[in-house]
């Protein structure tokens, strides 16, 4: 649209630059042609000025007008209704050209011609860049036999119908021959449906035997050499198209509504320099007949490009001669152009539609019916058994999503959430949440009975120590040893009983002995439990830690497989887009490597309109990768990219650029 906006801005500046415009025309300027001589009233201008309007806000707001819109545009402005007194066979005509509202026609014709060369090159746009597609199908399955037999598989049904169709078709057209060829025979009595079922079986056999005397040279060849050779043809014609319309592109974009406009003022400057300057005319003229010439032959397959072109100029120029010899002026009437602006919007581009849409059914990929039918039919088969397993196994089917859940629940609030909560009681030193083997008085207390058991022993068995009774000091001193783990009284009594273990027994200070060593026992067991726990309690937050590490891990592992998986696909997108850029960029660069230049060093016509197709991939995708700022500019290496008039040389400089530039994104 950036293109047509340009045009309709050189359209704007060509008319503004003549003191004749609508807009400075006064009820005065009206008055002078009050006798009749003056063709145009108030009212059509007004509808003139009005549809000039609607093109060039279209045009501003890059918004491209349907055709129909156009038609009504032209038919609401009286151009598609042509007036006796608006040909050139009225007198006074050539006098009455240089009237407002004559202007007014040439510019409502211009910009609608614009509108309508925008059409069609979005036209030729569309139909070209899918055709790439196309081929590439077309050569993967030509690339590889696992393809190139799934063609066989996914196309044996159609091939198997249009054999069918062909011999009932046949046989059918020998039935109805029959009767014919015994005109002169009596018969007696209409033949049964018995005999016509005879009859017509042996018609089809003879048909199938005579068939494969025909296509004997094709028994040779197995079906899937036979869909390798279909799948060449497809390609060779799906790439002629594809030229043809690279060609036509190019030609309108070369040739179709160019105005010699090297500098900016040269078109305003020209207009003003002279009233009878109509060259500007003469290239919208031929720039419809471009349009209706190209439309008209770019789908008839059997031309080359070169021929193609050349029917197109040679079409343009008899156009040219006709206009030169039955016209007046140098340029064609806006009636007359608005007349076959209908006509090539009406008629040429929904043919031409129609035409591409057939060429693409008939040589492009298979329907996705065609493709998909082979799985579909087992998905089809299959939906009864699947649809039963799911009844049949619903009950657990739904256990097993509950319990996935609820496992997913306890595992959160009792493996995540409930030690994070005693991690925090620890830090905050919550009395709660400290870890511990044993009570805190169980060791004081135990030791308190070791004391108690051993001074009684002691004071019972004063001769395992002094032999006489024991006195406050040596009681005192007996506890002081016990509470070092000095169980020196009950020792001695222990080793002296063991001389003579059945009075000790006996006595009961043998069995006494052992049950206190078992209390010492006890008490340093307690001891080395006490002093564990405090190793415990002196590590808790890193055994918090440690028991919470496990569920964080299980719990980050899934976290990271779903943001994979999502980051993947984002990824792969991301990638697929970055990676969309070079595919474009180096089929432009084997274009201009490839290509061979003429005279001026420009490409041809087929190479332009390739170019163009190809940088229009790249600028829609382009907008998808790149920043606001850096698409901007890398706007400003398209259009450097796209200016023949530099050069295939420089062009190949800008795609460098653009390589080295943007290589962030190309990756």
């Given at each position: 649209m950036s293109h047509i906006r340009r045009i309709d801005g050189q359209l704007d500046r060509l008319q503004l630059s003549k003191q004749q415009l609508s807009v400075r025309i006064l009820p005065e300027s009206l008055q002078e042609h009050e006798t009749g001589e003056d063709i145009f009233d108030l009212e059509q201008i007004r509808k003139l000025q009005a549809a000039i309007k609607i093109l060039s806000a279209s045009s501003s707001a890059r918004v491209a007008l349907p055709s129909d819109v156009l038609v009504g545009l032209l038919d609401g402005a009286q151009l598609l209704e042509p007036n006796p007194s608006t040909s050139e066979d009225n007198p006074g005509f050539e006098h009455r050209t240089s009237a407002p509202g004559h202007d007014l026609q040439w510019l409502l014709v211009s910009k609608a011609t614009t509108q309508a060369y925008g059409l069609v090159l979005n036209l030729l746009l569309d139909q070209t860049i899918p055709l790439s597609s196309d081929i590439g199908y077309w050569n993967e399955v030509l690339g590889s036999p696992r393809y190139t037999g799934l063609y066989t598989v996914q196309t044996s049904p159609?091939?198997?119908?249009?054999?069918?169709?062909?011999?009932?078709?046949?046989?059918?057209?020998?039935?109805?021959?029959?009767?014919?060829?015994?005109?002169?025979?009596?018969?007696?009595?209409?033949?049964?449906?018995?005999?016509?079922?005879?009859?017509?079986?042996?018609?089809?056999?003879?048909?199938?035997?005579?068939?494969?005397?025909?296509?004997?040279?094709?028994?040779?060849?197995?079906?899937?050499?036979?869909?390798?050779?279909?799948?060449?043809?497809?390609?060779?014609?799906?790439?002629?198209?594809?030229?043809?319309?690279?060609?036509?592109?190019?030609?309108?974009?070369?040739?179709?509504?160019?105005?010699?406009?090297?500098?900016?003022?040269?078109?305003s400057s020209k207009a003003a320099s002279s009233d009878d300057n109509d060259e500007w005319k003469t290239v919208v003229s031929k720039s419809v007949t471009l349009m209706e010439s190209i439309l008209r032959n770019i789908t008839l397959l059997e031309m080359r490009p070169g021929e193609f072109e050349e029917t197109v100029f040679m079409n343009v120029d008899e156009e040219a001669g006709a206009l030169q010899e039955t016209a007046t002026e140098g340029a064609s009437t806006p009636v007359g152009l608005a007349l076959r602006l209908r006509e090539i919007l009406d008629h040429y581009l929904p043919a031409h539609i129609k035409a591409s849409r057939q060429l693409v059914a008939e040589f492009g990929r298979p329907s996705r019916v065609v493709r998909y039918w082979l799985p579909g039919m087992v998905l089809l088969f299959s939906s009864s058994t699947l649809l039963r397993i799911f009844v049949n196994r619903k009950a657990e089917i739904l256990q097993w999503v509950r319990d996935l859940g609820t496992t997913t629940i306890d595992f959160w609030y009792n493996w995540v959430v409930e030690p994070v909560k005693k991690i925090i009681g620890t830090i905050r030193h919550d009395k709660d949440s400290e870890i511990a083997i044993m009570s805190k008085e169980s060791l004081q207390g135990d030791r308190a009975s070791l004391e108690r058991m051993v001074v009684d022993f002691a004071i019972d068995n004063p001769n395992?120590?002094?032999?006489?009774?024991?006195?406050?000091?040596?009681?005192?001193?007996?506890?002081?040893?016990?509470?070092?783990?000095?169980?020196?009284?009950?020792?001695?009594?222990?080793?002296?009983?063991?001389?003579?273990?059945?009075?000790?027994?006996?006595?009961?200070?043998?069995?006494?002995?052992?049950?206190?060593?078992?209390?010492?026992?006890?008490?340093?067991?307690?001891?080395?439990?006490?002093?564990?726990?405090?190793?415990?309690?002196?590590?808790e937050l890193v055994f918090g830690f440690v028991g919470l590490t496990p569920s964080v891990l299980v719990v980050l592992g899934a976290s990271r497989w779903l943001s994979g998986v999502y980051a993947g696909r984002r990824g792969r997108v991301n990638s697929q887009k970055q990676g969309s850029l070079i595919r474009p960029l180096r089929n432009i660069d084997r274009i201009l490597s490839a290509a061979t230049p003429s005279n001026q060093g420009m490409l041809s016509y087929k190479e332009h309109g390739l170019l163009l197709c190809e940088v229009h991939v790249l600028r829609q995708r382009a907008q998808k990768v790149l920043p606001g700022e850096l698409n901007n500019e890398f706007l400003e290496e398209i259009s450097d990219l796209v200016d023949l008039r530099t050069g295939i040389e420089r062009q190949i400089r800008v795609v460098e650029r653009i390589r080295w530039a943007y290589a962030k994104w190309l990756q």
């Open positions: 159609i091939r198997l119908w249009h054999w069918t169709t062909d011999i009932l078709h046949d046989a059918r057209e020998r039935l109805q021959r029959l009767p014919n060829q015994s005109e002169g025979e009596v018969h007696l009595q209409s033949p049964s449906i018995s005999d016509l079922w005879r009859q017509f079986y042996g018609m089809v056999k003879e048909s199938i035997r005579e068939r494969s005397l025909v296509d004997m040279h094709s028994k040779f060849m197995t079906p899937f050499t036979k869909c390798q050779m279909e799948a060449k043809s497809k390609v060779k014609h799906l790439k002629r198209l594809r030229e043809m319309s690279a060609s036509g592109l190019g030609i309108l974009m070369d040739e179709g509504m160019m105005f010699d406009t090297h500098e900016e003022e040269s078109v395992t120590s002094t032999g006489t009774p024991l006195t406050e000091i040596e009681i005192a001193d007996v506890r002081v040893k016990v509470r070092e783990g000095d169980l020196t009284p009950v020792l001695r009594a222990y080793e002296k009983d063991l001389r003579r273990p059945f009075m000790g027994t006996v006595r009961g200070d043998l069995i006494r002995a052992l049950l206190i060593q078992i209390q010492k026992t006890k008490v340093d067991v307690e001891v080395a439990v006490g002093g564990i726990d405090n190793l415990l309690k002196s590590q």
